[in-house]
């Protein structure tokens, strides 16, 4: 088991290594920093200073290992827009983004698996088969028009919840959060489901259809010839063994939700994590893009080391395949 | 009883009258400052907020005319002609309740000369600044300076003891990531004082109450609200939600909508900006072009013609949607040295650029690229797309390359363009301001922005000597002979002047600056 596991974990490092270069090797290509940190009356005297204070006059591999070294430190470099320390920066968008990515998740679970849940089993009803259309729709439409079309509706017409923004924050130590506020509350409504409409419509796919192979399970058939109620066969015996593959899913889909928040954060200017990454785009701020990038690898290649390491407990057949 | 009920009444007065009194201004843009140390980062954004906080000697009104701010009056010195002496207002107390004076203006000069600071270009022909008096600054020039005051417009006073209490003397080192006392708090002169400050979320500040210009200014807003929204849909839809009561970076598909909301309205003047295209004239061979061995740029013919090819008034109505005033020289009306005259030159003329183009040998046409940044003006890429379809009436087909700003600008500096559209504006409002980043040959320090190649030795003169003529008459007149030589040559070829948009609630009184600078001091709240 345990050189299963040091391979497992080697290769993650090797990923991570690999996927940092290629960010790195494409951050020459966003665009030359420099000249959004000089203002228009700089001198070509000036461009010189920066680029060498910078260290962007050596090449890019250099430039790489230096990051490497310093990240393995913990330490990021400052960010070139704001001129701060990565790492706190980071530190202090991280709420937001959590706040947003655990609602989403929560918004995504029960909404999905209730929907699901009904949909499979009222599978023939008129509801049921408007709900499946709409989906398709929530699947289909880009998470920028809806996060648009919710705040036209939302916030432009009815003038019920805001279109941008956390509202009043509460600070507890280092995290700020949101759910302790009325008009912070009313903020996580619109960007929460814009967010997780995708990971619901998908949870609620995948619970209908295992739901409905359950359903056609010989236990099922005798447990309804006992003459249990249809409740306690729904939720008792059907509902818990379609879980299991569903909650693989779900552990995938959370990661996904915090990567992929960028465009939610951008519409509803949610100043997290996915916010200061397009700004750090815009301005070409490299230590930010590097750090974001590496941390979202990192997650991810965590995630799935996990998910390995789970496997190969449950199916010793993976260990020996792994020999 | 009765004297209850009047107590009464007068309670209820003046707690409505403090309601009244009490107004927040909710402003929206796209963009947050930088840090609020006054002297790093020579930024818009950044300047606009200080601007609430912090104050400089002189400001300039929205008709581009000096104010006195800090300073009551100005004059070169009878004496010496390399020294202006300048009066402070006297009475004026920073947020901390310490007296502004002399010493400060001295202090505040000298930390913005520092190697961190990003204002130091602006006041790089200061020698020496002296405090006569502890009302009176001299402040002297290594040679006559006759625009020495237009440099000094966003040049912030701090008050020196406060700096020094506060170990903060030194100039942030933003690109070393140094977070200093200065970055995040504010002790200025100005009419508001911060209250708290999130970077890139949202910034609190209110009203100054023992602000010199108590009585001289409207000062109804409170209290602010600044909160930068980069989306240009959610920016709208927080004005017209009713979330925020003040929009600057209007996107221009958006202003009638945005007009015709009840409760809103939308200001616009002339932005002090100019877009225009860049030719590489001075290469013998340009790499972007279909032409081997010879740069058809380099004639003046092949200049003109495809200046006049292009319809300035077609990009004003069908791009622009109207925002924008044609051109015809790289200079926006503010500015000293403009004319009306030379503005009207352009005129489109699609059968004289063909004869043009003919005579110069080019009746064929020929192919070029065009780099035209995609997020920095208004509608940037889709004008470039418009001057594709009118260069090619005149055979001169242009394939279009339209990048970000970060990848664009670059390309102009680094010489790596032959055919480019730039925008400029002109913070001293002068000319010379002009010649120094885009007529003058370029070399170490001075002609930065000028992807042209052009230099001519003898214009480079008399654009230097213009730093130093303190006869103003003859100054003018060499501008403007510097401005024929310009448009005889065709250096540039100018699109138009930008209009700037506001966005605001109806009882928001404020005209729109040509710099895009509010100053919430000058809001009114009806």
Same mark, same amino acid.
Request: proline share 4%; hydrophobic share 45%.
């Given at each position: ?13 090797? /990923? ?7 960010? *790195? ?28 204070? $910078? ?27 704001? =001129? ?71 916030? /432009? ?24 506020? %009325? ?13 997780? $409409?995708?990971? &619901? ?49 779900? =552990? ?45 690898? /990192? ?25 | ?108 000069? %000298? ?47 701090? +008050? ?88 600057? +970076? ?55 013609? &495809? ?17 924008? %005033? ?110 120094? *980043? ?16 052009? +230099?001519?030795?003898?214009?480079? %003169? ?65």
């Amino acid at each position: 088991m345990l050189p299963f596991i040091l391979k497992r974990i080697f290769q993650s490092l090797l /990923v991570l290594i690999i996927t940092g270069a290629i960010a *790195f090797s494409m951050f020459t290509f966003v665009g030359d920093p420099i000249d959004n940190m000089l203002g228009q009356e700089r001198t070509m005297e000036d461009i010189e200073r920066l680029r060498a204070q $910078l260290g962007l006059d050596r090449p890019i591999p250099v430039q790489y290992v230096k990051f490497l070294g310093e990240a393995v430190q913990g330490n990021f470099g400052v960010s070139y827009r704001q =001129g701060r320390e990565v790492s706190e920066i980071i530190m202090e968008r991280a709420p937001a983004t959590l706040e947003l990515a655990a609602l989403s998740a929560i918004f995504a679970i029960v909404v999905g698996i209730a929907l699901g849940v009904f949909t499979a089993i009222r599978r023939d009803g008129f509801v049921a088969n408007f709900i499946m259309s709409a989906s398709l729709i929530g699947v289909s439409l880009p998470t920028f028009l809806i996060g648009i079309l919710l705040i036209y509706l939302f916030s /432009v017409e009815l003038g019920w919840l805001p279109s941008f923004g956390r509202g009043e924050v509460v600070q507890v130590g280092w995290w700020t959060t949101g759910f302790l506020t %009325e008009s912070g509350l009313k903020a996580l409504i619109l960007p929460s489901i814009t967010l997780g $409409l995708y990971q &619901m419509t998908l949870i609620m796919r995948l619970v209908r259809s295992e739901m409905l192979e359950v359903l056609r399970q010989d236990y099922i058939r005798f447990a309804r010839a006992r003459g249990l109620s249809e409740r306690v066969i729904n939720f008792r015996h059907a509902l818990k063994n379609t879980m299991v593959p569903v909650i693989t899913v779900i =552990g995938l889909q959370l990661g996904a939700i915090i990567a992929f928040a960028i465009i939610t954060e951008t519409v509803f200017q949610w100043p997290g994590l996915g916010l200061l990454f397009i700004n750090a785009i815009q301005f070409v701020d490299i230590p930010v893009m590097a750090a974001y990038l590496m941390m979202i690898s /990192v997650m991810f290649v965590v995630i799935n080391l996990l998910v390995d390491i789970l496997y190969a407990f449950i199916d010793p057949r993976l260990r020996v395949a792994a020999k | 009883m009765k004297k209850t009920t009047a107590l009464l009444t007068v309670a209820a007065l003046m707690s409505s009258a403090a309601v009244v009194n009490a107004e927040t201004l909710r402003w929206a843009r796209a963009g947050d400052a930088l840090t609020l140390d006054p002297h790093s980062q020579n930024e818009g954004p950044s300047h606009t907020m200080r601007h609430q906080m912090y104050e400089p000697l002189i400001i300039r009104d929205t008709a581009g005319n000096f104010v006195p701010t800090l300073a009551t009056d100005w004059a070169p010195s009878a004496d010496n002609p390399n020294v202006w002496v300048f009066n402070l207002r006297e009475g004026v107390k920073f947020h901390d309740g310490a007296d502004f004076t002399a010493e400060d203006v001295v202090f505040s000069f %000298e930390r913005a000369k520092q190697p961190n600071s990003d204002m130091k270009e602006l006041i790089g022909s200061i020698t020496a600044v002296r405090a006569v008096s502890d009302y009176v600054v001299e402040i002297e020039t290594d040679g006559p300076n006759p625009i020495l005051p237009s440099n000094l417009t966003n040049l912030f006073m701090m +008050d020196k003891d406060w700096t020094e209490a506060n170990n903060t003397v030194n100039v942030q080192d933003f690109e070393g990531g140094e977070i200093t006392f200065a970055t995040t708090n504010v002790n200025g002169t100005g009419a508001y004082t911060l209250v708290s400050r999130e970077p890139d979320v949202k910034t609190v500040m209110a009203r100054n109450e023992a602000y010199w210009g108590r009585d001289e200014f409207p000062l109804e807003v409170s209290e602010i609200v600044y909160t930068p929204i980069q989306n240009a849909a959610t920016r709208v839809a927080a004005l017209l939600s009713g979330e925020i009561d003040f929009l600057q +970076d209007m996107p221009v598909q958006d202003l009638a909508r945005v007009g015709d909301a009840d409760g809103l309205v939308v200001k616009q003047a002339p932005q002090n900006r100019v877009i225009f295209f860049g030719m590489n004239q001075g290469a013998d061979d340009i790499e972007a072009d279909d032409v081997d061995g010879a740069n058809p740029l380099a004639d003046v013919r092949v200049r003109k013609a &495809m200046s006049m090819a292009i319809n300035r008034d077609a990009i004003q109505q069908v791009v622009m949607r109207g925002q924008s %005033e044609p051109a015809g020289m790289i200079a926006p009306p503010f500015v000293n040295g403009w004319t009306a005259e030379m503005d009207g030159e352009s005129v489109t003329d699609v059968e004289g650029a063909k004869a043009l183009m003919a005579e110069a040998g080019y009746e064929d046409g020929f192919s070029i690229r065009l780099d035209c940044p995609n997020d920095r003006y208004i509608n940037d890429e889709a004008i470039c797309q418009a001057a594709v379809g009118m260069l090619g009436q005149i055979g001169v087909t242009v394939n279009l390359d339209a990048i970000p700003k970060a990848q664009h600008f670059p390309k102009i500096t680094d010489g790596a363009t032959d055919f480019y559209m730039l925008g400029w504006g002109v913070p001293t409002y002068d000319s010379e301001y002009i010649f120094n *980043f885009l007529v003058h040959g370029r070399e170490d320090d001075i002609g930065t922005w000028n992807g042209t190649g052009y +230099d001519n030795d003898e214009l480079d %003169e008399t654009i230097k000597s213009l730093a130093s003529n303190t006869d103003l008459d003859a100054r003018n007149a060499d501008i403007a002979g510097i401005w024929r030589v310009i448009q005889d040559e065709q250096l540039y070829i100018p699109i138009h002047h930008q209009v700037l948009n506001w966005g605001m609630a109806e009882n928001v009184g404020i005209e729109v600056d040509p710099e895009d600078q509010p100053r919430v001091k000058y809001f009114t709240m009806q």
